[in-house]
């Protein structure tokens, strides 16, 4: 019995991108092996009990759940220390309070991966804006393009590194909604001997965003010294209800920790609320639910690849974080891809998305998602600019059966729209 009406020609398309994929699957099998036992180390070794998973009230002093939940997830990031918690509001928040907490007045940020991710430039204030950014606060803001072919410029980065005096060089591991390629961990491992050669009193920090749990080894296991990161994106396996961590050196996260809550007090407050539960069976689920992610982005792109579509990485690339990129080359392919992916989803599938001008925005955006956790990206998740290329940014999957149908009935949907192009039909970038 079939529960979805899908065409006969996609079926069989379906069944040679898994046939295609096997080996890429295999290894996330490996890998998502290799964390999970990370993780499930870490509980053992700080001998997680029932008495972790209750909540605190008021200024939360002792809470020991939350206390356990820090020290395991400095372990699992390759850290001395870590800060998780519900009350980050968004992983914006998070990367600001750590920037925040490690910069002073006068002090020199460079980002050495070009143009940072969207939310994160008005923290910086590149955008001139003066409601509390960095650049309010005179925190200067310097960076180093990518490369024509998206990669990091190192001989331009050890130039600026050498020019000026830099407290902290800023990495974003994920490509975020840029065309360039994400960050694997031995490019990130190349770009902190990079700096500790030039400038070894700069500090490394990590947007760490998408990329958690992908490899085996996290930026801290080869040299950065600060990640931070989203609870509603891969460390909180679909659990978490909202949140983020900081990671990294004791010292700048016990800075960080100042920023959080406020000078002289630290780490020691914050309530948690009744919410270690779903922390601690979120970090717990993250390595499979990432794996599951992964193989829904190397299946969408074997498919989409079979079907003659440009998209990125390909499912045999080496990848660094969990979103792939395909172009569906006009409007009618995106607006069709993006209704079928929703007409999929466990929750709001009767939704028909839409494109609206969202703010920040110079082109209409249209999106999917029916997530159990309001904007969660590690559930199925799509969106994309309506403009030339025409291309949708996807992303997450709690688990993989589900997500591939959700897939299957993107490019269902784009059939039925006429905008579905089989690979001898042309449609190559
Ligand atoms: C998601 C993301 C962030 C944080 O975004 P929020 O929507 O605030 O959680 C920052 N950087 C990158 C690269 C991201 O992917």
């Not at 209704?339 to 494109?355: K, W």
């Amino acid at each position: 019995m079939s529960f979805f009406e899908i065409d006969p020609r996609l079926s069989a398309l379906d069944r040679k991108a898994l046939a295609l994929a096997k080996e890429q699957f295999a290894e996330i099998d490996r890998v998502t092996e290799y964390n999970q036992q990370k993780v499930l180390a870490a509980f053992i070794r700080h001998r997680v009990s029932e008495a972790h998973l209750g909540g605190s009230t008021g200024y939360g002093y002792g809470d020991i759940g939350r206390e356990t939940l820090e020290h395991i997830m400095a372990d699992c990031m390759g850290a001395e220390d870590a800060l998780i918690r519900h009350s980050f509001a968004s992983g914006t928040h998070t990367l600001s309070v750590a920037l925040f907490g490690l910069l002073r007045p006068n002090d020199r940020v460079l980002c050495l991966t070009g143009r940072p991710y969207d939310t994160i430039i008005g923290v910086f204030g590149i955008d001139g804006s003066s409601d509390g950014s960095l650049a309010d606060f005179g925190v200067i803001y310097d960076e180093v393009a990518l490369t024509p072919d998206g990669k990091p410029d190192l001989s331009g980065i050890r130039q600026a590194l050498t020019a000026q005096e830099v407290q902290v060089a800023y990495i974003q591991r994920s490509r975020g909604y840029s065309t360039r390629p994400s960050l694997t961990v031995e490019e990130i491992e190349a770009l902190c001997k990079l700096v500790e050669e030039v400038s070894p009193q700069t500090v490394i920090m990590v947007d760490n965003c998408y990329g958690e749990f992908v490899e085996e080894k996290e930026p801290c296991d080869v040299g950065a010294d600060l990640v931070a990161g989203s609870l509603i994106k891969n460390p909180g396996g679909g659990i978490a209800p909202s949140g983020g961590y900081i990671a990294g050196r004791q010292d700048l996260v016990e800075r960080c920790a100042h920023r959080m809550t406020c000078a002289g007090v630290g780490r020691e407050v914050g309530a948690t609320l009744g919410h270690n539960r779903e922390l601690y069976l979120g970090l717990f689920s993250a390595p499979h639910v990432v794996g599951e992610a992964l193989k829904t982005a190397v299946y969408t792109a074997a498919l989409f690849g079979e079907l003659g579509y440009s998209v990125a990485p390909r499912f045999d690339e080496k990848r660094g974080d969990i979103i792939e990129c395909v172009t569906l080359g006009s409007e009618e392919g995106l607006v069709a891809f993006c209704r079928g992916m929703q007409s999929g989803a466990p929750v709001d599938s009767f939704v028909v998305p839409e494109p609206w001008d969202m703010p920040g925005y110079d082109d209409p955006v249209i999106m999917a998602a029916g997530a159990f956790t309001g904007g969660a990206s590690i559930e199925l998740s799509a969106d994309g600019p309506l403009r030339p290329p025409y291309a949708a940014w996807m992303q997450g999957g709690l688990n993989f059966h589900s997500a591939k149908t959700g897939v299957l009935l993107a490019a269902q949907s784009m059939l039925e729209a006429g905008a579905l192009h089989f690979s001898n039909e042309v449609n190559r970038e």
